[in-house]
């Protein structure tokens, strides 16, 4: 064989591109360790340091949060469980399938290096991909909450590369992957700005210039002080009527008498109240939640004061259908839900025990008072036939699950009631939890599922309790539900003009 025959395998083009790739990624780390940086000494280690075990990122999500509006309460959700999944991903995927060593540490500044150093493997940067997911992940549900921790993000994914732990493209591919992990988790969870209700059926409501004409009752007692306050800076010519929750119902009929437009500010049985009142005196209303629980206000797309004083100064609203529900003499409407069963006992007893223990554990202990597997809270003939039932929902429209989203309403003016059953039997927690995972699925041996224009239930005995929109009160035999359709005008910004907006009616 002749020794001047080469037997060396030829090195591909991909192989070669690599490696020059490879190459520029150190001499960008050696410029970087070589380069002054100005006032970054005493703080990019710190704050290097700051995100280890995701610390730095449930800080920033507990502060944005701490400022109490939804959606920066959902960013911040949003937040983490893209942190979660992006972390996941590197743990059991990126670090294990490149094994690339970390960087040498000889050109690094001992000033600037880590008292810790990591022991993993460099490729991808763990660091660079929390952070971008967090701040991808609050930037998806708030932009402007986005913006405001991306410098942060930023600032950790940079740290990496100063402090010699990571190559430029350890931190670059970590950022990628959190990026991609935050598109993951909206893809599974999709954000309200994805879900947003149609506009109809619009409807001609007046336009109040600075809110004139407005009278806003606020129930104090939901905690409305910043939501009002916040209304009045966007609306300065609106009256505003604060009261305590038992004065509620009468200051409502006092506003309607004065009023153009009924506002209200307070949680769903606030919002119930001053929608009743808006339905006797034939006026529309104006939502600006402020309670604990404010699903109509979020269904209707109504966040915050700057929507709802957009609204009001367009006059651009909606017609929304209205539940009602009879019972011997007791009368009422529904926004969200009426519920017979479990679900009424368990409010009863948590608000027997809150003023004693706090809200969550009387809500604990409601619930494993109520979930006893040795009675039925409640027998009604449903469908031709009489049966046990832990529970009857009735919804005020459709409630959809949208992959793994709690149940939510995308057309406030479907004609429909949406009605859940839960069967009594053995083991009330489980079928509860089947029937809530089931989701969409109409019928199992646990709980069926029915679209009605109305419902009448028989067998009822007097004094079950009922409950709609979070108010509880007692049957009085029969029940009758019923839709009232479009019955009710409400404002809510609409999309801007051209943009596919139907007639008015």
């Known amino acids: 064989m002749s020794p001047d025959i080469d037997l060396t395998a030829p090195r591909t083009g991909a192989h070669t591109a690599l490696k020059r790739l490879l190459a520029l990624d150190c001499r960008l780390f050696e410029a970087a360790a070589e380069r002054h940086w100005p006032a970054a000494g005493p703080v990019l280690p710190r704050l290097s340091r700051s995100a280890d075990h995701g610390v730095l990122w449930c800080a920033a999500a507990a502060a944005v ?12 959700v949003r937040g983490l469980a893209s942190l979660a999944l992006a972390s996941l991903t590197i743990n059991t995927l990126g670090k294990r399938s490149v094994r690339r060593p970390r960087p040498a540490l000889d050109p690094v500044p001992a000033v600037r290096r880590l008292s810790r150093q990591p022991i993993t493997t460099s490729f991808p940067s763990g660091h660079a991909a929390s952070a971008a997911a967090f701040a991808a992940g609050v930037a998806l549900e708030s932009p402007a909450w986005g913006a405001a921790v991306a410098p942060l993000a930023v600032s950790v994914a940079v740290s990496r590369v ?61 905690g409305t002080a910043e939501r009002v306050q916040a209304l009045r800076d966007v609306l300065p010519r609106a009256e505003v009527v604060e009261c305590a929750p038992e004065d509620v119902p009468a200051e409502l009929d006092k506003a309607a008498g004065r009023a153009v437009v009924l506002g209200v500010c307070g949680g769903d049985g606030t919002v119930n109240a001053a929608a009743e009142a808006a339905l006797r005196h034939g006026l529309p209303l104006a939502v600006l939640p402020g309670g604990t629980l404010n699903h109509f206000a979020y269904d209707l797309g109504v966040e915050d ?31 969200n839900t009426f519920s017979l069963g479990v679900y009424p006992e368990l409010v009863r007893e948590r608000e027997r025990w809150a003023g004693r223990i706090g809200s969550w554990p009387a809500g604990v202990l409601a619930a494993l008072r109520v979930l006893r597997a040795d009675r039925h809270p409640l027998e009604a003939e449903f469908q031709g036939r009489r049966r046990p039932l832990w529970l009857l929902f009735a919804g005020n429209g459709t409630y959809h699950r949208t992959a793994l989203t709690p149940g939510r309403r995308l057309d406030l003016a479907d004609g429909v009631l949406d009605v859940r059953v839960v069967h009594g039997g053995r083991r009330p927690a489980l079928r509860l939890l089947s029937a809530a995972v089931a989701g969409p699925l109409t019928r199992s041996p646990a709980h069926a599922a029915v679209q009605v224009g109305r419902l009448h239930l028989t067998g009822v005995a007097p004094g079950t309790l009922l409950a709609y929109d979070g108010e509880v009160t007692e049957a009085e035999g029969e029940v009758w539900l019923e839709k009232l359709p479009v019955a009710l005008r409400v404002y809510r910004p609409l999309p801007a003009a051209g943009a596919g907006r139907p007639a008015r009616t």
């Open 162 to 222: 100063y402090t010699g732990v990571h190559f430029p493209s350890d931190v670059l591919a970590g950022a990628a992957l959190g990026v991609g992990a935050a598109f993951a988790v909206r893809g599974l969870v999709p954000t309200r700005a994805q879900l947003t209700p149609p506009a109809r059926p619009q409807t001609e409501l007046p336009a109040l210039p600075e809110g004139e004409g407005l009278v806003l009752v606020a129930n104090h007692g939901s």
């Open 65 to 76: 949060a701490a400022t109490r509006t939804p959606r920066a309460r959902r960013a911040a």
């Open 305 to 335: 004061a700057r929507a709802l004083g957009r609204a009001l100064e367009r006059g651009e609203g909606v017609r929304v259908d209205v539940g009602r529900f009879v019972s011997g003499d007791r009368r009422g409407v529904f926004l």
